[in-house]
C-alpha cells in the first residue's frame, strides 16, 4: 500500500470511528457512559481560540477583551471536498451557515440566551459541526478558560467556577486534555499543566501546546519545553504560532497565518532544526488525528461492554419497579392481590427454606431462611442439657437441711417428697426465662422477616407497605401471645406438678441401693445421694421434655398458625376496608425512577442499535451480548449446583408454573371466594396484573415447616 492509500484508509476509519462516537453523543450515550473526546484546557486569554481557528482553518470564534468562552463549545468538524464550500450547522438548526460571521454571531447569541449579557459562565454545551476541506476529521470541546480576575458582573468566584467546570471534564479517564499554555509563563507553574497532572499525572492522555512562542522575551526560546525537558507529557508538546491581536483585527485569514507560520519555524535559527513533527499547525492536527484515533479504538469495547451491561441493568430494575400503578379500581385490586400473595408466599418460602426464583433474586437474597428458627429452638436449654446436674450448687448440707426441715412427724427413715419439691423448685424455676425468650426470638425473627419481605414487595408502595405491616404486626402479636400462654401452661405444669413415667427413672432404686455395701452404716448419707441422684435425673427429663415440647408448640401454633393464617387475614383486612386501595399510588420518586430509566434505556437501545449498524463492531456486540448471558447461565447453574436434589425438583417445578399458571394460586376455597368477593364475582378470581416480581406467587410447599 503508498504512504496516499495507507494516509486515505487511515483518514477513513478515524472519519468512520469519530462520526460512531458521535452518533453514540447524538444519542444521548454521553450522559450515561463516559465516550472518548478531546477537550481544550487553558487560561483566559492562553491562545486557546486561536489554536482552534488554526486547525479548522476559519475565522468563525468570537473575539472580544475578557472572556470569549462562556459556554463549552463542542465542534466536531468534518473534512469534505475541496469543491464544497465551507459551512457551519448548530445543534437543533436545521440550516447550513455558509457565512462564519453568522456563525460567529450565532455562538455569541446562543451564548447571551443561554448565559445572559454579562460576562457570566455556564456549563451547557454549544454543539456546532463544521464541514471544511480546510479543517481535519475531529471532535472537540472548547472549554472557557480559566479565570483569575473577575470581568464586568462576573462572580468573585469566577476563578473557582472555570477551574471546577474544567477539572469536571478533564478527570474523565477517556478525555484526552489538549491544553494550551503560553510559552511567555513559566510553564512548570502554569494553572492548565499543574491542573492536568492532577488528573493525569504520568501524561498519558495530555497533548501540550505551546502558543505565543514568537513573542518570547528576547534571548529565550521554547525549544526545551516541546522536548518535554522541563515537563514530560508521553503525548509530547507541539509550538505553534498563532496571529497576533493586530492581524486578528487586521482580519487577516487563517490560510495566511499558517503560511506566516510555516515560514517563521522554517527560518528560525532555534526551531529550524528540530524535529518537524514538534512544530506548526499542521504537526499538531496530525497528531490529534492520531491520538484521537487511537484513543477511540481502545475505549470503544470498554463502551460496548458497559452499554450492554447498562441495559440489562435498566432491564432488571425497571422489572423490579413495575408497571406504573393502575387508574381504575379492578386493577388496583388485581395489582394488591398479586403483591399481597407475593408477599405470603416469600414469607413462607422463605421460613421453610425452599427454593424460590424470587427469594434468590436480588430482592431478597440477603434474607436468612428458617435455618434461624432451628438455631433459637436447638440452643433451648442447651447450658442445662449433656452432663449438667441441678443439684451441683447444694451441698450435701444444704441437702440434710432440707430433709430436717421437712421431716415433720413422718416416721424416721423416710425423706419427705417436699424435701424433694423443695430443692427441684428453683431449678425448675431457671427454666421459664429461657423459654420465653426462645418464643421472643422466634417472634422477632419472623417480625424482621416479614417487615423486610414487606418493605421490599411493597417498594413502590409505602404508604400501603406500612398499613399491610401493621397488619402483619397485629398477625404476629396476636399468635405470639396466644402461644405465650401454651408455653407458659407448660412451664406451670412442670413447676407445679412433679411426675414422671420416665422408665429409668422409676428403675433408679433398685442401681441406688445396692451401693451401699450392704451396710448402713449412716443412712443420712444415703438419703442424700439418693435425693442427689433422683433430682438430677428428674431434672434431665425435665429439660428433655421442655427441649422437645417448646419447639413443637413455637412451630405449631407461632410459626404454622402464622404461615398459615397470614394471607387470610390480609384478605379480610383488604376486603373490610375502602381506604387502602386508595393508597395504592407510588411516591413521586419511584415514578421520576421508572421514567429515567425508560428514558435511559431508550437511549441505550439507540446507542446499541448504532454500534450494531457499525460492520466493525457489530459482531463485538453482539459477542459480548452473549458472553454477558453465558455469564448469567453459568451462576445461574452454579447457584442450582449448590441446591439439594429435592431443591432442584422444587426449583424445576416453580420454572414450569411460572411458564404456565396465568392465575394466582391460593390456598383454601375460602379465601379465593373472598377474595373474589372485592372483585364482585363471587368465586372467581381475577387474572393477575404484573407485581413487584413480575409473575404471581407460586403455592408452595416445603421440608421444613411443611
Same mark, same amino acid.
Given at each position: 500500500?503508498?504512504?496516499?492509500?495507507?494516509?486515505?484508509?487511515?483518514?477513513?476509519?478515524?472519519?468512520?470511528?469519530?462520526?460512531?462516537?458521535?452518533?453514540?453523543?447524538?444519542?444521548?450515550?454521553?450522559?450515561?457512559?463516559?465516550?472518548?473526546?478531546?477537550?481544550?484546557?487553558?487560561?483566559?486569554?492562553?491562545?486557546?481560540?486561536? =489554536?482552534?481557528?488554526?486547525?479548522?482553518?476559519?475565522?468563525?470564534?468570537?473575539?472580544?477583551?475578557?472572556?470569549?468562552?462562556?459556554?463549552?463549545?463542542?465542534?466536531?468538524?468534518?473534512?469534505s471536498a475541496e469543491s464544497t464550500k465551507p459551512y457551519g450547522v448548530f445543534e437543533g438548526v436545521d440550516q447550513k451557515i455558509f457565512d462564519f460571521t453568522k456563525v460567529r454571531d450565532t455562538?455569541?447569541?446562543?451564548?447571551?440566551?443561554k448565559a445572559g449579557r454579562t460576562k457570566n459562565i455556564i456549563d451547557d454545551p454549544i454543539v456546532l459541526t463544521i464541514y471544511s476541506s480546510t479543517c481535519p476529521d475531529l471532535t472537540l470541546?472548547?472549554?472557557?478558560?480559566?479565570?483569575?480576575?473577575?470581568?464586568?458582573?462576573?462572580?468573585?468566584?469566577?476563578?473557582?467556577?472555570?477551574?471546577?467546570?474544567?477539572?469536571?471534564?478533564?478527570?474523565?479517564?477517556?478525555?484526552?486534555?489538549?491544553?494550551?499554555?503560553?510559552?511567555? =509563563?513559566?510553564?512548570?507553574?502554569?494553572?492548565?499543566?499543574?491542573?492536568?497532572?492532577?488528573?493525569?499525572?504520568?501524561?498519558?492522555?495530555?497533548?501540550?501546546?505551546?502558543?505565543?512562542?514568537?513573542?518570547?522575551?528576547?534571548?529565550?526560546?521554547?525549544?526545551?519545553?516541546?522536548?518535554?525537558?522541563?515537563?514530560?507529557?508521553?503525548?509530547?508538546?507541539?509550538?505553534?504560532?498563532?496571529?497576533?491581536?493586530?492581524?486578528?483585527?487586521? /482580519?487577516?485569514? =487563517? /490560510?495566511?497565518?499558517?503560511?506566516?507560520?510555516?515560514?517563521?519555524?522554517?527560518?528560525?535559527?532555534?526551531?529550524?532544526?528540530?524535529?518537524?513533527?514538534?512544530?506548526?499547525?499542521?504537526?499538531?492536527?496530525?497528531?490529534?488525528?492520531?491520538?484521537?484515533?487511537?484513543?477511540?479504538?481502545?475505549?470503544?469495547?470498554?463502551?460496548?461492554?458497559?452499554?450492554?451491561?447498562?441495559?440489562?441493568?435498566?432491564?432488571?430494575?425497571?422489572?423490579?419497579?413495575?408497571?406504573?400503578?393502575?387508574?381504575?379500581?379492578?386493577?388496583?385490586?388485581?395489582?394488591?392481590?398479586?403483591?399481597?400473595?407475593?408477599?405470603?408466599?416469600?414469607?413462607?418460602?422463605?421460613?421453610?427454606?425452599?427454593?424460590?426464583?424470587?427469594?434468590?433474586?436480588?430482592?431478597?437474597?440477603?434474607?436468612?431462611?428458617?435455618?434461624?428458627?432451628?438455631?433459637?429452638?436447638?440452643?433451648?436449654?442447651?447450658?442445662?442439657?449433656?452432663?449438667?446436674?441441678?443439684?451441683?450448687?447444694?451441698?450435701?448440707?444444704?441437702?440434710?437441711?432440707?430433709?430436717?426441715?421437712?421431716?415433720?412427724?413422718?416416721?424416721?427413715?423416710?425423706?419427705?417428697?417436699?424435701?424433694?419439691?423443695?430443692?427441684?423448685?428453683?431449678?425448675?424455676?431457671?427454666?421459664?426465662?429461657?423459654?420465653?425468650?426462645?418464643?421472643?426470638?422466634?417472634?422477632?425473627?419472623?417480625?424482621?422477616?416479614?417487615?423486610?419481605?414487606?418493605?421490599?414487595?411493597?417498594?413502590?408502595?409505602?404508604?400501603?407497605?406500612?398499613?399491610?405491616?401493621?397488619?402483619?404486626?397485629?398477625?404476629?402479636?396476636?399468635?405470639?401471645?396466644?402461644?405465650?400462654?401454651?408455653?407458659?401452661?407448660?412451664?406451670?405444669?412442670?413447676?407445679?406438678?412433679?411426675?414422671?413415667?420416665?422408665?429409668?427413672?422409676?428403675?433408679?432404686?433398685?442401681?441406688?441401693?445396692?451401693?451401699?455395701d450392704g451396710k448402713i452404716k449412716n443412712t443420712d448419707n444415703i438419703f442424700v445421694n439418693e435425693i442427689r441422684t433422683r433430682i438430677d435425673s428428674y431434672y434431665r427429663i425435665v429439660i428433655?421434655?421442655?427441649?422437645?415440647?417448646?419447639?413443637?408448640?413455637?412451630?405449631?401454633?407461632? =410459626?404454622?398458625?402464622?404461615?398459615?393464617?397470614?394471607?387470610?387475614?390480609?384478605?379480610?383486612?383488604?376486603?373490610?376496608?375502602?381506604?387502602?386501595?386508595?393508597?395504592?399510588?407510588?411516591?413521586?420518586?419511584?415514578?421520576?425512577?421508572?421514567?429515567?430509566?425508560?428514558?435511559?434505556?431508550?437511549?441505550?437501545?439507540?446507542?446499541?442499535?448504532?454500534?450494531?449498524?457499525?460492520?466493525?463492531?457489530?459482531?463485538?456486540?453482539?459477542?459480548?451480548?452473549?458472553?454477558?448471558?453465558?455469564?448469567?447461565?453459568?451462576?445461574?447453574?452454579?447457584?442450582?449446583?449448590?441446591?439439594?436434589?429435592?431443591?432442584?425438583?422444587?426449583?424445576?417445578?416453580?420454572?414450569?408454573?411460572?411458564?404456565?399458571?396465568?392465575?394466582?394460586?391460593?390456598?383454601?376455597?375460602?379465601?379465593?371466594?373472598?377474595?373474589?368477593?372485592?372483585?364482585?364475582?363471587?368465586?372467581?378470581?381475577?387474572?393477575?396484573?404484573?407485581?413487584?416480581?413480575?409473575?404471581?406467587?407460586?403455592?408452595?410447599?416445603?421440608?421444613?415447616?411443611?
Open positions: 500500500m503508498s504512504g496516499e492509500d495507507f494516509a486515505g484508509s487511515f483518514y477513513s476509519d478515524l472519519r468512520a470511528l469519530i462520526n460512531l462516537v458521535d452518533h453514540l453523543r447524538d444519542a444521548g450515550l454521553h450522559r450515561y457512559i463516559r465516550l472518548p473526546r478531546i477537550v481544550t484546557l487553558g487560561v483566559q486569554s492562553s491562545g486557546k481560540s486561536s =489554536v482552534l481557528e488554526s486547525i479548522v482553518g476559519l475565522n468563525f470564534l468570537p473575539r472580544n477583551e475578557g472572556v470569549c468562552t462562556r459556554r463549552p463549545l463542542e465542534l466536531r468538524l468534518v473534512h455562538i455569541i447569541k446562543l451564548t447571551e440566551d470541546i472548547d472549554l472557557p478558560g480559566v479565570t483569575r480576575i473577575p470581568v464586568g458582573d462576573q462572580p468573585k468566584n469566577i476563578y473557582e467556577i472555570t477551574k471546577e467546570m474544567a477539572h469536571r471534564y478533564i478527570s474523565d479517564p477517556r478525555t484526552i486534555i489538549l491544553c494550551v499554555c503560553a510559552a511567555n =509563563v513559566d510553564i512548570t507553574t502554569s494553572d492548565g499543566i499543574q491542573m492536568a497532572k492532577r488528573v493525569d499525572p504520568q501524561g498519558i492522555r495530555t497533548l501540550g501546546v505551546i502558543t505565543k512562542i514568537d513573542i518570547m522575551d528576547r534571548g529565550t526560546n521554547a525549544k526545551r519545553i516541546i522536548l518535554s525537558e522541563e515537563v514530560k507529557l508521553k503525548l509530547g508538546f507541539i509550538g505553534v504560532k498563532n496571529r497576533s491581536q493586530e492581524d486578528i483585527n487586521n /482580519e487577516m485569514r =487563517v /490560510e495566511d497565518a499558517l503560511s506566516e507560520e510555516k515560514e517563521y519555524f522554517s527560518k528560525s535559527e532555534i526551531y529550524a532544526s528540530m524535529p518537524p513533527g514538534l512544530l506548526g499547525t499542521e504537526a499538531l492536527t496530525k497528531k490529534l488525528t492520531q491520538v484521537l484515533f487511537t484513543h477511540i479504538k481502545n475505549f470503544l469495547p470498554e463502551i460496548i461492554r458497559e452499554t450492554v451491561i447498562r441495559i440489562k441493568e435498566c432491564n432488571d430494575r425497571l422489572k423490579e419497579l413495575g408497571p406504573s400503578a393502575p387508574a381504575d379500581l379492578k386493577s388496583k385490586l388485581q395489582l394488591l392481590w398479586n403483591m399481597v400473595t407475593d408477599f405470603c408466599e416469600l414469607f413462607k418460602n422463605t421460613i421453610r427454606g425452599k427454593y424460590d426464583k424470587r427469594t434468590n433474586s436480588n430482592i431478597v437474597k440477603d434474607l436468612p431462611g428458617g435455618s434461624k428458627i432451628k438455631e433459637a429452638f436447638n440452643k433451648l436449654l442447651v447450658e442445662f442439657s449433656m452432663d449438667y446436674k441441678a443439684t451441683s450448687e447444694y451441698s450435701d448440707e444444704d441437702i440434710q437441711r432440707a430433709m430436717a426441715m421437712h421431716e415433720g412427724d413422718n416416721i424416721p427413715g423416710f425423706p419427705a417428697i417436699d424435701v424433694f419439691i423443695y430443692l427441684m423448685q428453683p431449678q425448675l424455676e431457671k427454666i421459664r426465662e429461657p423459654v420465653i425468650d426462645c418464643l421472643l426470638e422466634v417472634h422477632s425473627y419472623l417480625d424482621d422477616l416479614a417487615h423486610k419481605i414487606i418493605s421490599r414487595v411493597f417498594y413502590r408502595f409505602p404508604t400501603l407497605g406500612a398499613v399491610i405491616s401493621d397488619i402483619a404486626t397485629h398477625v404476629l402479636q396476636r399468635e405470639r401471645e396466644k402461644t405465650r400462654e401454651i408455653v407458659e401452661s407448660i412451664i406451670n405444669a412442670e413447676e407445679g406438678y412433679i411426675f414422671t413415667n420416665d422408665y429409668e427413672y422409676l428403675t433408679l432404686r433398685t442401681e441406688i441401693i445396692p451401693k451401699a428433655r421434655n421442655v427441649r422437645d415440647v417448646v419447639p413443637k408448640i413455637i412451630g405449631h401454633f407461632l =410459626v404454622r398458625n402464622i404461615m398459615n393464617t397470614m394471607q387470610m387475614e390480609l384478605y379480610e383486612q383488604i376486603n373490610n376496608s375502602e381506604s387502602i386501595t386508595n393508597q395504592l399510588s407510588e411516591p413521586a420518586h419511584i415514578t421520576a425512577e421508572r421514567e429515567s430509566l425508560k428514558k435511559q434505556l431508550e437511549t441505550l437501545k439507540k446507542a446499541e442499535k448504532i454500534l450494531k449498524h457499525s460492520p466493525e463492531f457489530a459482531k463485538q456486540t453482539d459477542d459480548i451480548s452473549r458472553e454477558i448471558r453465558e455469564q448469567e447461565e453459568q451462576f445461574e447453574r452454579e447457584k442450582q449446583a449448590k441446591l439439594t436434589p429435592k431443591e432442584r425438583e422444587e426449583a424445576k417445578g416453580s420454572v414450569k408454573e411460572e411458564v404456565s399458571s396465568e392465575e394466582p394460586k391460593v390456598e383454601t376455597k375460602k379465601v379465593e371466594n373472598k377474595a373474589a368477593s372485592m372483585f364482585g364475582k363471587p368465586a372467581e378470581q381475577p387474572k393477575p396484573a404484573a407485581s413487584m416480581f413480575g409473575d404471581p406467587a407460586k403455592k408452595a410447599g416445603g421440608a421444613f415447616f411443611k
